[in-house]
């Protein structure tokens, strides 16, 4: 059974950093793309960053360029965020999801994704 279990979020001031982790269970990290999303009331789904694992490549929005790292690690079968310079426009629910897929051309579109975690709260104040 597919299995995604976010942690790691929390209350943090703008300038702050944060790591979240997703333990998954059911596949390995190098099996399918997989990747961090979030969301906020005002918005839909967004991507943040991705893995693509047919070609070992990874996606950034835009938004969090130069501040996020998407990383894993396979020995524990964990996916990793690391969040540094937060800011407030970063709060939201983030997620994390696979496509179970070994290859896709799709891989960063949200609706490409259909396993998802129960998310993590994460809130930066201003």
């Given at each position: 059974e597919?299995?995604?279990v ?104 949200v ?16």
């Open positions: 597919v299995q995604l976010e942690s790691g979020g929390g209350l943090v001031q703008a300038g702050g950093s944060l790591r979240l982790s997703c333990k998954v269970s059911g596949f390995t990290l190098d099996d399918y793309d997989i990747g961090w999303f979030r969301q906020t009331p005002e918005k839909e789904r967004e991507g943040v960053s991705c893995i693509n694992v047919y070609h070992g490549t990874t996606y950034y929005a835009d938004s969090v360029k130069g501040r996020f790292t998407i990383s894993k690690d396979n020995a524990r079968n964990t996916l990793y965020l690391q969040m540094n310079d937060l800011k407030p426009q970063d709060t939201g629910v983030y997620y994390c999801a696979t496509d179970r897929l070994p290859y896709n051309p799709r891989w960063v579109r609706e490409e994704y259909d396993y998802w975690g129960q998310g993590t709260q994460v809130t930066v104040s201003s």
